[in-house]
């Protein structure tokens, strides 16, 4: 029981012996210079030497100073033996964890694949495996036969708009008609949900109306569309007499992760979204309004300390099978003045090195 108490108590503190030092101490082989000891152990003595800090086994120390530091042989082999236990349990643990999140992420999977249809489902399983790249994949033509035009935000409502116009999409696909979901119904139910203001402010930088916050996560959002559903747009005659918003009776609304956000593997998963035809919202970090103001292609520039956009992928051009060229097409919510009637493109390199959060959404 001593023993146990002893081992316990040399293997959880150690002893600091300020006033050893030596001028020269032989370990095994080795010599140390102008030695202090900092702490010691069961089987070891923590040192600086002229060359910096060393940990030196007592087992390789002569036997007067093995008996100064209270060295036994039993007692450090089962301190070396317990900190082996230990490695290995941690060891275990961590391969317990990966194995519990390769098997969360196989469920999903196939969740996913049985929540979505034949190009969903197949999109879904494929996450993970190197796509199959083509020339060019390009929904623009898509959305404007919907009638899903271009709009210009205004509040902080980049990610609002982002949603609205994939969920348009998904819902024109599916259905065959065009279904005009309102903005400023889901802006103010977003704000009222997370206790903020509606009120809209100047942006003195990018000339636009700005809300007074900079903004919603995409997860507020779906946040406030699980909580006070959808409605469709007012007409303008409407919005005039203040006539109230018609909200959707059943909102039968699914987000689903593309995971693996900022590495290759997401853009992977990107692609296969595309190819199956459905666009991808994602939060990326963003430049100053300064450094796009006059380009549509987002590539080498560097992001604004605290700057996050919202935008909504919906297609890519690849034209040597070599994904680390790719051009993401993606459409963004100012106007079809900015960029190229109102779509960027993103790079692979500015993707891989700014995509913070990546969604598929669904409106049935």
């Not at 800090?53 to 070396?80: F, N, T």
């Not at 402010?201 to 996560?217: H, I, K, M, P």
Request: glycine share 10%; with cysteine.
């Amino acid at each position: 029981m001593k023993k146990d108490l002893l081992l316990i108590f040399l293997f959880l503190s150690s002893t600091v012996f300020a006033a050893d030092s030596y001028e020269q101490l032989e370990v095994g082989s080795d010599i140390y210079q102008r030695v202090i000891v900092l702490s010691s152990n069961a089987s070891s003595l923590s040192i600086r030497h002229s060359g910096g800090i060393a940990q030196v086994p007592l087992s390789k120390l002569p036997p007067e100073i093995q008996l100064k530091y209270g060295y036994d042989a039993a007692l450090a082999a089962d301190r070396d033996a317990a900190l082996a236990a230990q490695r290995q349990k941690q060891a275990q643990a961590q391969l317990d964890r990966i194995a519990k999140a390769k098997a969360a992420q196989a469920r999903e999977a196939r969740r996913l694949a049985s929540a979505r249809g034949a190009s969903a489902s197949g999109a879904f399983a494929r996450f993970g495996t190197q796509p199959a790249l083509q020339t060019e994949v390009d929904l623009r033509d898509r959305f404007r036969r919907h009638g899903i035009r271009i709009r210009s935000q205004s509040g902080p409502s980049c990610s609002v708009h982002a949603i609205i116009a994939a969920l348009e999409y998904q819902f024109a696909e599916g259905h065959g008609r065009a279904l005009n979901l309102s903005e400023s119904y889901l802006i103010n139910t977003t704000s009222r949900s997370l206790g903020r203001p509606d009120a809209v402010g100047f942006d003195s930088e990018t000339g636009r109306r700005n809300g007074l916050d900079l903004g919603f996560a995409l997860e507020h959002v779906f946040q406030a569309i699980r909580g006070h559903g959808l409605a469709l747009e007012r007409s303008r005659e409407e919005r005039q007499s203040d006539q109230p918003y018609s909200i959707l009776d059943t909102v039968d609304f699914s987000p689903f992760v593309v995971p693996g956000s900022g590495s290759r593997q997401g853009i992977e998963n990107i692609v296969h979204v595309l190819n199956g035809n459905m666009p991808v919202v994602v939060g990326v970090s963003w430049p100053a309004y300064s450094r796009i103001a006059h380009t549509s292609v987002l590539g080498k520039q560097p992001v604004a300390p605290n700057g996050g956009h919202a935008v909504t992928i919906i297609g890519y051009r690849c034209e040597d099978g070599n994904i680390e060229n790719a051009k993401f097409i993606f459409r963004n919510s100012w106007g079809d003045d900015w960029g190229a009637g109102g779509y960027g493109f993103f790079t692979y390199e500015y993707l891989i090195n700014n995509l913070n959060t990546c969604y598929v959404v669904e409106l049935k």
